[in-house]
């Protein structure tokens, strides 16, 4: 296998270099086009001043330029700081002020953004230079044509020089975690970090060359980048960027472009069952289907086994911190991939503990520590809490509560953040929000703990209703204690129009407590 992210390209290159890599709007990209423009971009980067370990951020939306800036960033031996495209001022100017970064790439034009306009110079005394990869670039901003045409021969055999000296154990990227619980921590990966996520996803999926990728999945976040870039470099398949979710656009492209691969939040795949003109488009091609969530209804699995043609359906547990770590397989059915994420890949391993370190028994439920080949290697200028969640054995601390069955699953039951006690029985919100789910009126919901004078702490359950569907707070907690636990059941129920999600569809549960 290559050593680091430019030899696997140039192998995939050599391989299948007249394979479309990229295909968005008018711009076809072929893998030995992919090597030439992104090697292009990595002289441009060094003609610039950026020195091997510096850190160059992109913060933008899928594209084709995405990829060539992302692939010519590990060329020239820099670290990748991606910025969610979500993030504001104050937000992306924190990322990219701890991370030091040198060099930006943006755009001025994303939904109404420009983020250019967003930045704060005075905290990133270290970034020297802006590329504007799609809009106007005005100021001291430099375009993607201008700043490409920057590159010389001197620095072209930089680049070469540069991938030589580059190590399996260099730095590749640092992507930090979504800050759901707090503030948002810089997790470092190496080269072989970063590519045993890449190699094992398409082990996991049978990803392959000539397959056809749309991707939903927004490049800053692993399941994009990792799972989604680095895998279709792996294999060689055909990567189609998507900006942001369009139903339509999705179902349209699917059809147009034969789509062989398309994989995303739950959230997607219910949007295109429930799209009223679903039939009249050819959605035959795709075959597999890769999602995640420690609460999908298993309605919905049942429905994407029926009604949609997918040969391939897959979950399984992923962090920023780890890669993915476990997945179910072809052999488990909706139920399983529902309820559960599956058994540990191949080179994981995982345990569960309890609160003083100690293996906790069948059935009970434990925090989910692993090991693995894709574990990080440490948190960005973090030593305390590098040391807080891996031990020098190299297990992490996912900070996750999981249960194992006896054939091995592993379903996921919250966050020992997350976790309440009741009158001394430990409450789950993700096992609540699970049972809350078969609810016939309930489309998604979200449990936090909230204070209660007799017992300690009680539920709050946000609740937001299937479309048409009549429910009161009142009826609601009623059907729960006919279905679970007294202790489970929630005692208060607010109904919403949406709940709060970041980039990512992860839930905003520090909002849902304030507003509780």
Known sequence: MPQTIPDLLEATASRVGDTPAVIDGDATLTYADLVAQSRTFAAALVARGVRAGDRVSIWMPNSWRWVVAVLGIWQCGAVLVPVNTRFKRTEASDILGRAGVRLLVTV????????????????LPELADVVVAHGPA?????????????????????????????????????????GTTGKPKGVVMTHSRTLAVATDWVRMTGLRAGDRYLMVNPYFHMFGLKAGILASVCAGATMYPEAVFDVERVLSRVAEEQITVLPGAPTIYQSLLDHPKRESHDLSSLRVAVTGAADIPVTLIRRVYDELPFQVVIS??????????????????????????????????????????????????????????????????DPKATAAALSDQGWLRTGDIGRLDPDGLLRIVGRAKDMFIVGGFNAYPAEIENLMLAHPAIKSV???????????????????????????????????????????????????????????????KEELRARA
């Not at 109404?112 to 967003?118: A, E, I, K, L, P």
């Open 138 to 178: 005005t100021g001291a901003t430099l375009g993607w044509d201008e700043f490409v045409a920057t590159a010389t021969t001197d620095a072209i055999a930089a680049v070469a020089a540069r991938r030589k000296e580059l190590t399996a154990d260099h730095p590749a990227d640092i992507l930090f975690t979504s």
């Open 108 to 123: 001025t034009d994303f939904l109404g953004s420009d983020y250019v306009s967003m930045l704060d110079p005075a905290s």
């Open 316 to 381: 399984g547990y992923g962090l920023t911190e780890a890669g993915t770590a476990s997945s179910t397989g072809p052999e488990d059915g909706p139920e399983e991939v529902a309820t559960t994420v599956g058994r540990a890949r191949p080179g994981f391993e995982i345990r569960l503990i309890d609160p003083g370190g100690n293996e906790v028994g069948e059935g009970e439920a434990g925090e989910i520590v692993l090991r693995g080949p894709s574990v990080m290697l440490q948190y960005l200028d």
């Open 446 to 508: 979200a449990v936090v703990g909230i204070p209660d004078e007799r017992l300690g702490e009680v539920g709050m359950a946000f609740v937001v209703l299937d479309d048409g569907a009549d429910a009161t707070p009142d009826d609601i907690v009623t059907w729960c204690r006919d279905h679970m636990a007294n202790y489970k059941v929630p005692r208060r129920v607010e109904i919403l129009g949406e709940l709060p999600l970041n980039a990512t569809g992860k839930v905003m």
